[in-house]
């Protein structure tokens, strides 16, 4: 491969992978072509990208964007998933991918600053997704207060109830 085109290929995996906080090393070796088109469209479809490396020049590119520690999981034929909002999301896929397809492995990734291993991406994988969390943490937040507006209601209620009592009353004896 000529000078020029690895430095283009370096340069193009810097501006990518930069601005990408969430990714994951998988290995591929065994891959039937028809398979990792399915995947790769599956991915597309939920805005992650598959992309294979030359593990060399994915190396000098994650050293240039500050993350050496992934050049250790950079062995064997290498194709790196990343993009979306979600990691969680992005896990799942990819354990999911991993079962259909015995020859895709996980390798280890970067997710939010920090290195992870195989066990953490499957314990990410585990989680809820982002927007289910964002629901659950406002059904918590909202919780006490609907438990205290229904309080309120409950005592307004028999409030209303003890008047309409009061005022039956008044009706019946005529005053």
Avoid at 44 to 69: M, T
Avoid at 76 to 84: D, K, S, Y
């Amino acid at each position: 491969m000529a000078n020029e085109l690895k430095e283009s290929i370096i340069k193009e995996m810097i501006t990518s992978y930069r601005n990408t906080s969430n990714y994951l090393v998988v290995g591929y070796q065994g891959i039937k072509a028809l398979e990792f088109d399915q995947l790769r469209k599956d991915l597309r479809k939920k805005k992650i990208c598959l992309e294979i490396v030359k593990n060399s020049l994915a190396g000098i590119a994650f050293k240039e964007i500050g993350v050496p520690e992934i050049i250790d999981i950079l062995k064997g034929p290498t194709a790196i998933i990343a993009g979306g909002d979600d990691p969680v999301l992005m896990a799942k896929e990819t354990i999911e991918w991993s079962k259909k397809i015995p020859f895709l492995s996980l390798k280890g990734g970067f997710v939010d600053g920090l290195m992870v291993s195989i066990g953490d991406i499957n314990n990410l994988a585990k989680l809820p997704s982002l927007p289910v969390l964002h629901v659950q943490i406002v059904t918590g937040i909202n919780a006490p207060i609907a438990g205290v507006a229904g309080a309120f209601n409950a005592v307004l209620r028999s409030l209303a109830t003890v008047f309409q009592a009061v005022k039956d009353k008044k009706e019946e004896s005529g005053v």
